[in-house]
C-alpha cells in the first residue's frame, strides 16, 4: 500500500523560503511522474509543479521563478524548493502523482505572514 508523508511546512514572513519534502513508501517510486498539490480551504485542490519519470519540469504561472521541484528516486523523495513565498501561497500542500493516483498524505501546512 502506498504510503505518502509530506514534511517541511510552517510560519514564514513574506519572502521568506521552504523547502517541502515528501517521501513515499509501498511503490516502485521511480516508475511514476510527480507532483505538488496545494490546497485552501472550500477550494480545489490544485497541481503546482510537476516532475516527470524523465525530469520534465512544469509549474503553475502562479508559482514560476519562485518554486523548484525536484526528485531523488534513491530516497523515494519529491521535494518542493519554495522561495520568495506570498500571503497567497498559503495552503496545505500534498505531493502525489502528477495524475492524483495515489491516496492521499495528511500534508504539510505552510503559512505566510508577518
Known amino acids: 500500500q502506498v504510503h505518502l508523508v509530506e514534511s517541511g511546512g510552517g510560519l514564514v514572513q513574506p519572502g521568506g523560503s521552504l523547502r517541502l519534502s515528501c517521501v513515499v513508501s509501498?511503490?516502485?517510486?521511480?516508475?511514476?511522474?510527480l507532483g505538488w498539490y496545494r490546497q485552501v480551504t472550500g477550494n480545489e485542490r490544485e497541481l503546482v509543479a510537476s516532475i516527470t519519470r524523465g525530469e520534465r519540469i512544469e509549474y503553475a504561472d502562479s508559482v514560476k521563478g519562485r518554486f523548484t521541484i525536484s526528485r531523488d528516486n534513491n530516497k523515494s523523495a519529491v521535494y518542493l524548493q519554495m522561495n520568495n513565498l506570498k500571503p497567497e501561497d498559503a495552503a496545505v500542500y500534498f505531493c502525489?502523482?502528477?495524475?492524483?493516483?495515489?491516496?492521499w498524505g495528511q500534508g504539510t501546512q505552510v503559512t505566510v505572514s508577518s
Open positions: 509501498g511503490t516502485i517510486f521511480s516508475f511514476y511522474g
Open positions: 502525489n502523482t502528477n495524475a492524483r493516483a495515489w491516496p
